[in-house]
């Protein structure tokens, strides 16, 4: 009886994220992933195939963007880890009390505004007669205005902005567990600074790191707002590319291959970038 | 205690549909088009209420799609995009025309949607708002901008702007002494037309800012003077002139693309009472008169412009005379198909380097 009453309690419990997972995780899916293997032959008329994943493969166009979605969103991830990495260990490590949360506040101020606020502030700042260009103008540095908008760098400030604070919070998390005594013991036994980073702190800081990594990578690749309003003329990304099949050109068939497709290649990137730091993804999402 | 739940279950069901059906009007319809002060003089006569989505035809079609036309009661696609759509998707129902007070709608236009809107014999859609599509230019800054092609001109590099849509693709074939429209029905004809305006759009590409997405961005950068010539809509053109008199609407020479946007009904739709009773009241002359003073666009409605302001009707008249309204290209429907030709095609501009 009472094992039956705790056998209710776990089935109970564990009801809402079973739920979760079935209602609106994995029957979508299944439905997404129906939709792809449908190919249009005709107004209402359908056939079963992967018709429409050949044509990911046999247009250069998809498969090109992809590529460059997949490079620019590690090319973002680096970047955050390089700057997020010394905010995390002055945070972590050379700050104490008050300071410590003011400072972990600050990261956290832009965020509770919504990304597309966040995102217009940047086209205030970068357009050709906005801020930035104003001030340099002002200053006399450049003599016309000049254009900041609208070009890949452009996306890549946005994407960066908008995930650095997924790569701070873990990083200070695990920084924090790495006990100040080792890295005194790391200068008592002659280490420099550069080997003491090296042997010492990010090893330790590696699972952060790694989950850091894989959280930005993830929100910079199926980021929608960013590369879409800070991007220019040439800046094409893969989500754009699948809401345009949705949207505008009626195509969910195609739509839908290219979200599994898009699903498929980013684990594949992951768990690749999980094999070249061997670390495994129950041990960085566990600790960090 | 099982029964009396289930009956009180039943008893709630059957009072929120009876209530959807005869009050709540849930209107698919564009920005501008349903007005509060419009909104609520109909729900003082009428007793209904009405929810607002604002969208575009793509959204309204996709929304529509993805719920076998439910969701809304009236949606206000244009009338191009209407029989496509249903042949594909199904998600519209025929108009009883036996509940629309015709005697509002301007006879022509009545007539010309409903040959429009016609699919396997039976009529979807009634002309509520038209406009056009054109040029919007800078005139103290490019004042020898008076065409769609006229925007790859070296006098406008970098300083030009237009939308990555079939819009887009129609101007610059007629700018270029081509009839897209003519060969609608005709798949290699079309092709062809689209490889010729793929050639000067990708040709064109080093002198576009960026390629606008939403009213309100091409409005911000004319405004703020980084772009100077635009293909843009009519009302936005004139809505810049209101704060800016050099800006304006200019009918380009090769005519100025016009559409009607219409009343369907969805297929689904559980207020069609409510939706007649929508139609039959922004049809008439005042109502209809307000609506365009906020969405700056002409009604179908019988004496519409009569209430509308003296503003807007002098923007109107300076942008077009009686040759460019002649010259108006209006949107014949798109049989289904051609947009993925045309995907295919606007893929290719946004990817040439």
């Known amino acids: ?288 | 205690m099982k029964i009396t739940f289930l009956t009180s279950l039943l008893a709630a069901t059957a009072l929120s549909a009876s209530l959807a059906q005869a009050d709540t009007l849930r209107l698919l319809t564009w920005g501008g088009y349903a007005p509060e002060d419009v909104i609520a003089k109909f729900e003082a006569e009428t007793g209904h209420t009405v929810e607002v989505t604002t969208s575009n035809n793509e959204e309204m079609i996709a929304k529509l799609r993805a719920t076998n036309g439910g969701g809304f009661d009236l949606a206000q696609p244009s009338q191009d995009r209407i029989t496509s759509a249903q042949e594909e998707f199904g998600i519209y129902k025929p108009l009883d025309m036996s509940k629309v007070n015709a005697a509002l709608f301007i006879p022509s236009m009545l007539s010309a949607t409903a040959k429009n809107t016609t699919y396997d014999g039976e009529v979807y859609g009634l002309p509520h708002v038209w406009g056009t599509s054109g040029l919007v230019v800078n005139t103290a800054m490019a004042g020898n901008v008076q065409d769609y092609t006229d925007l790859c001109d070296a006098s406008v590099t970098g300083k030009v702007s237009y939308r990555l849509k079939r819009p887009t693709l129609i101007g610059f074939a007629y700018s270029m002494g081509l009839d897209p429209f003519a060969a609608y029905s005709d798949t290699a004809a079309y092709q062809d037309i689209l490889d010729q305006v793929e050639a000067k759009l990708t040709e064109c590409k080093p002198n576009v800012k960026t390629y606008w997405g939403g009213g309100d961005e091409i409005k911000n950068l004319l405004r703020s003077g980084e772009v100077v010539a635009a293909m843009a809509w009519d009302t936005g053109g004139w809505q810049l002139n209101a704060d800016n008199p050099d800006i304006t609407f200019v009918a380009p020479e090769a005519g100025a693309l016009g559409w009607i946007d219409t009343f369907v009904l969805p297929a689904r739709g559980r207020a069609d009472d409510a939706a007649y009773d929508w139609i039959n009241f922004v049809m008439r002359p005042d109502i209809a008169a307000m609506i365009t003073n906020t969405a700056g666009n002409f009604t179908a409605a019988v004496d519409g412009d009569g209430g509308v302001s003296a503003d807007l009707k002098a923007r109107y008249q300076g942008s077009f005379d009686q040759a460019a309204i002649d010259n108006i290209k209006w949107y014949p429907p798109v049989p289904a198909g051609l947009e993925a030709l045309e995907g295919a095609t606007l893929d290719r501009i946004n990817a040439a380097n």
């Open chain 1, 1 to 288: 009886m009472g094992s039956d009453t705790s056998r209710l309690g776990f089935y109970l419990l564990l009801a809402p994220i079973l739920l979760w997972l079935i209602v609106l995780i994995i029957l979508p899916h299944i439905g997404l992933f129906i939709v792809s293997i449908s190919e249009k032959v005709g107004p209402r008329e359908f056939e079963t195939g992967f018709g429409n994943y050949a044509t990911f493969f046999g247009e250069p166009l998809y498969w090109r963007t992809f590529a460059r979605t997949a490079i620019m969103s590690i090319l973002a991830t680096a970047l955050t880890l390089i700057l997020g990495f010394p905010i995390a260990y002055y945070i972590a490590k050379l700050t104490r009390g008050r300071t410590k949360t003011t400072l972990f506040l600050m990261c956290m101020i832009p965020f509770w505004v919504s990304e597309l606020v966040r995102t217009f502030g940047w086209m205030i700042l970068l357009r050709e007669t906005g801020v930035i260009s104003t001030a340099l103008q002002n200053l006399g540095l450049i003599s016309g205005p000049v254009e900041l908008l609208y070009n890949d760098a452009a996306i890549m400030v946005g994407l960066v902005y908008t995930s650095i604070l997924f790569m701070v919070v873990p990083l200070v998390t695990t920084l924090d567990s790495l006990d100040n005594s080792l890295i005194e013991a790391g200068y008592d036994l002659g280490g420099t600074s550069t080997s003491i980073m090296r042997e010492i702190v990010i090893p330790h800081a590696m699972p952060g790191i790694v989950s850091g990594g894989i959280v930005v990578f993830m929100l910079s690749l199926g980021n929608y707002l960013t590369p879409i309003l800070l991007g220019g003329k040439d800046s094409l990304w893969f989500t754009g590319m699948i809401y345009t099949q949705f949207i505008t050109r009626f195509n969910w068939e195609l739509g839908s291959a290219l979200g599994f497709l898009l699903l498929a290649l980013s684990s594949g990137i992951v768990f690749l970038g999980l094999k070249l730091s061997r670390q495994s993804l129950s041990d960085t999402m566990g600790r960090a």
